[in-house]
């Protein structure tokens, strides 16, 4: 790597870099940095919760273990000399974004997606109609939805809206033994709902058809496997139309798995077990129905597929309706980003606008100096935990190759710590997270759990601060 624009990125002059979000796609951008070749660089990575990792802490689910196990690679990058972690400090409250170009040559948007899309049908804002960003938090102990309450103990059925794995995720823990769930690190009050629940059926409604679900191959399997849970699946709904056949002969395996799963529980039919996952496909919710102020039924559009222009099957409404009985809904159709004060926002796509992770200052507008964004704030929420690597990988390389053009910010100060103490911000550093860590997982230990997550940001930070060195 050549000689940096005024020496910016030598030992002498380090690039200083400010990561917002602390989550995968913040912690492989601060790996790229970091294995940037030649160049000298600090970290500081804010998060406005108290703890780090973002969704594989708050939204991957407590029976999936192996994925949360990624946070080893994490710990790997926190150990970097120029690393430094500063919790429970939100930008717009504690800190506003010119603060942060007052102390940071590049900032690193890495906000994820906080919000959920919405359906925009009738009934919508029934009691009883949740997102799965809800659900979703309320089960791994995020502190955004502690408060959250989901009446399991007066629903029998529940239509879970979407077949991506989001959906797949609420569907099995619906459906799942509680006790499958007691030794992992699911939120205490929701193991205690989930032990009252007496939800039976779950009916996962996709817009598309079988060839077209979203779902992976693992995550419709693993329901399958659930002891006394049967995946049913109606004959006429697992058999493709042409466009679909033709379509899939196009698409990888896991496209291919999917269908051959689907027809073969086609072929099963009801099976023997108490509760039951019924996958549907073509259908287009249109309505959810009350009775006496509560959700009562939702009501489907029936659809076929046609090829669009590019040949792509698309859902399109036909006449024929049917009314599907379940006392709650859960919608699972994408999650969406919020806006940063002082960033732009594209409200459309739900992202921050941007060029190949270099910042817009508005959707369709110039590039914004100094700014770049990385994961499902740059792309919007799609692929895995995984994906988010060579996303950020991308964007670094994009402020590398600003940095050598002489690209970057000009901040006057070095004392971002200082000033958060001066504002009385009471941040939480890598070290008081790694405490807190070992904190959980002893109180999880003498649970017989993998770890005991405190409820709230207040009993997370009375936890931090009682566990500090006097």
């Known amino acids: 790597m050549r000689r940096m624009t005024q020496d910016l990125g030598t030992e002498q002059r380090p690039l200083r870099v400010g990561v917002i979000g602390s989550g995968p796609s913040a912690f492989y951008a601060a790996d790229a940095v970091f294995r940037v070749g030649g160049l000298h660089a600090r970290v500081d990575m804010f998060d406005r919760l108290p703890t780090p990792f973002g969704l594989v802490r708050g939204g991957v689910a407590p029976d999936h273990q192996n994925i949360k196990a990624v946070v080893k690679v994490y710990q790997k990058v926190a150990e970097q000399p120029g690393y430094r972690f500063f919790g429970h400090v939100q930008i717009g409250r504690d800190l506003l974004v010119t603060d942060l170009e007052e102390h940071y040559h590049m900032l690193v948007w890495a906000v994820g997606c906080e919000s959920d899309q919405r359906l925009g049908i009738p009934g919508e804002d029934l009691s009883g109609v949740h997102s799965a960003t809800e659900f979703v938090g309320w089960y791994n102990g995020h502190p955004d939805f502690r408060e959250r309450s989901f009446d399991l103990a007066a629903a029998t059925r529940v239509a879970v809206v979407g077949n991506g794995n989001v959906a797949m995720d609420v569907a099995r823990i619906l459906l799942k033994d509680p006790e499958a769930l007691a030794t992992t690190d699911i939120a205490d009050h929701a193991l205690t709902a989930l032990r009252a629940s007496k939800v039976r059926e779950v009916y996962l409604l996709g817009r598309r058809g079988p060839a077209q679900a979203a779902f992976s191959p693992k995550e419709i399997e693993e329901i399958a496997e659930l002891p006394g849970v049967d995946v049913v699946v109606a004959p006429a709904e697992a058999e493709l139309d042409p466009y679909s056949a033709e379509w899939l002969a196009t698409q990888k395996g896991s496209a291919q798995r999917n269908v051959a799963f689907l027809q073969e529980r086609a072929r099963l039919g009801e099976g023997g077990g108490a509760r039951k996952l019924r996958c549907r496909f073509l259908v287009l919710p249109v309505e959810v129905k009350a009775s006496d102020g509560r959700v009562a039924a939702v009501r489907v559009q029936c659809a076929r597929l046609e090829p669009d222009a590019g040949g792509t099957p698309r859902p399109r409404p036909i006449d024929r309706f049917e009314t599907l009985p379940v006392e709650l809904v859960f919608e699972a159709i994408g999650y969406r980003g919020v806006p940063v ?35 499902w704030a740059k792309r919007g929420p799609t692929g895995l935990v995984g994906t988010n690597s060579p996303d950020s990988k991308a964007t670094v390389e994009r402020m590398v190759a600003d940095l050598q053009a002489g690209k970057a910010l000009a901040p006057r100060h070095d004392a971002i710590e200082a000033r958060l103490r001066q504002r009385g911000i009471d941040f939480v550093t890598w070290q008081d997270w790694q405490r807190l860590d070992a904190h959980e997982l002893a109180e999880g230990n003498a649970r017989g759990k993998v770890r005991h997550k405190e409820p709230s940001v207040e009993a997370l930070m009375a936890a931090v601060r009682r566990l500090r060195p006097r």
Do not use: C, Q, T, W
């Open 341 to 375: 004060p002082g960033m732009s926002f594209d409200p459309r796509k739900g992202i921050i606008p941007n060029a190949d992770g270099r910042v817009l200052g508005e959707p369709g507008g110039p590039v914004r100096p100094g700014h770049y964004v990385v994961g």
